[in-house]
């Protein structure tokens, strides 16, 4: 949610609702209706396997797309549809599993969900600028990652305990604090607490993987021998459907898309989805951590527990696998038009930053002025020149190089017994800096040769 766009999510608002709801809805009924005449499960439960299944993590899937120059289009609906699924997703587990307890009606099913709903987006928007005094306030990055840990687990915690949606809740909380926090959280606090999400994120997707693994472990050795090929036939089916559905909904939708955009003029066709682009976002269904963690948290006496378990765990490991593996050969093979948007727009964006900080010094006279003016013209020469990548390499390669020589004195101060550690890893952490901004965005590798 924090690095999700606002103006993507406007702009492919309708394929984000078909995917989000749509798609989710759509899956969970396929997947249930097998769970209920295939497995025997209750109603209920086989309809708490399809929400479980249903929403799908863009995760695995932008860590393939990240190697090609996908359609813009493509990932931002993907990351999307990744954010909001899960809501719709948990929504319908709640519901099913509450009414497999029989604490439910359907009578109060709707109420409860536009309630939750609005309540939840009050909630994430007031909590995420009470979060933001906290922040701004804070100067040290170890504190304010602490801080940001706490506060998001801590929102999560207090919408679940009030009945609002925890996911729906999280989402606006750090949309909110992602567009305001920039401006008054310091470099070295975002800096610093990036780094530690992203670590963050890996130990907790490893830890479900290896919890769902165990309990999987015991789910088969408590199955007889008769029971276990059933369960496996069943696991592989609800597989084949959760495949087969999005394909369907995602081509189908496409279809018709497409149809009613060729009555319109030439640019709500040129914004039509295209079938390359259908098969592409419906191939990237694999599943993740919500589905391993909603699997995870039935209630031991949930009626169908083991088989609902071993086939969500079965689809997270199927996806992953087939879909992950595949996922490169089919991009190969469909050839889709290299998309550039993104790099236009840092392209500008730079330009545009560049002049804005020589306008702010066009009034200094000082020799330190006309240093810092002449780094920045440099910088801003690149900029609007992107296609001239040899000058660009060229001052990143005299940079680095130079930042290479002072890190080799440094070192050789510290054998010579010149300096002591404490002064080493102070002038250390400095060059490191210099190295970082010196590095071309994105592709940040140290000099070695």
């Not at 249930?32 to 309809?47: D, E, Q, R, S």
């Not at 933001?132 to 687990?153: E, H, M, Y």
């Not at 545009?352 to 010094?361: E, R």
């Amino acid at each position: 949610a924090y690095d999700t766009s606002l103006r993507d999510l406007n702009r492919y608002r309708l394929p984000l609702f078909l995917l989000a709801l749509g798609a989710v809805v759509f899956t969970t009924a396929a997947v249930a209706l097998v769970g209920w005449t295939m497995a025997g499960l209750p109603i209920a439960a086989a309809i708490a396997l399809g929400a479980i299944v249903a929403p799908p993590d863009a995760v695995a899937a932008s860590a393939v797309l990240g190697q090609f120059k996908v359609p813009h289009r493509v990932t931002a609906i993907l990351q999307g549809e990744s954010l909001l699924n899960d809501a719709t997703a948990l929504l319908i587990y709640r519901m099913a599993v509450s009414a497999t307890a029989g604490s439910i009606l359907v009578s109060s099913a709707v109420p409860m969900i536009l309630l939750s709903t609005v309540g939840s987006l009050a909630a994430g928007y007031v909590l995420g600028r009470l979060s933001l005094v906290t922040l701004s306030r804070i100067r040290d990055p170890a504190s304010g990652t602490v801080v940001q840990f706490a506060g998001t687990f801590g929102v999560w915690i207090l919408a679940d305990r009030i009945g609002l949606s925890a996911i729906i809740t999280i989402v606006v909380y750090a949309m909110t604090i992602a567009r305001t926090a920039p401006r008054h959280m310091p470099a070295r606090n975002r800096v610093s607490s990036y780094s530690v999400w992203e670590t963050a994120v890996f130990v907790l997707n490893v830890l479900a993987f290896v919890l769902m693994g165990l309990q999987a472990r015991s789910i088969v050795g408590r199955l007889a021998e008769q029971g276990q090929v059933g369960a496996f036939v069943f696991a592989a089916a609800v597989l084949a459907v959760v495949i087969v559905s999005r394909l369907v909904w995602v081509l189908g939708c496409g279809a018709i898309m497409r149809w009613l955009a060729s009555f319109g003029d030439a640019e709500r066709q040129a914004e039509a989805p295209s079938f390359r682009g259908g098969v592409l976002i419906g191939w990237c269904g694999m599943r993740g951590l919500v589905t391993l963690a909603a699997a995870f948290a039935l209630p031991a006496d949930f009626p169908g527990r083991d088989p609902i378990v071993l086939a969500a765990f079965s689809v997270v490991l199927g996806t992953l696998v087939l879909q992950g593996i595949s996922l490169k050969p089919l991009l190969r093979l469909l050839r889709l038009d290299p998309d550039g948007t993104v790099d236009r727009e840092v392209a500008q964006a730079r330009v545009a930053i560049m002049q804005a900080a020589l306008d702010v010094l066009s009034g200094k006279t000082s020799n330190a002025a006309a240093v810092v003016r002449e780094q920045f013209a440099a910088q801003r020469t690149i900029a609007e020149n992107p296609e001239d990548a040899q000058a660009a390499t060229e001052y990143d390669r005299l940079r680095l190089y130079a930042i290479k020589s002072q890190r080799d004195a440094l070192e050789q101060l510290r054998i010579d017994g010149t300096i002591g550690d404490e002064a080493y890893h102070r002038l250390e952490e400095e060059i490191d800096w210099s190295e970082l901004a010196a590095s071309p965005p994105g592709r940040f590798q140290p000099l070695t040769t």
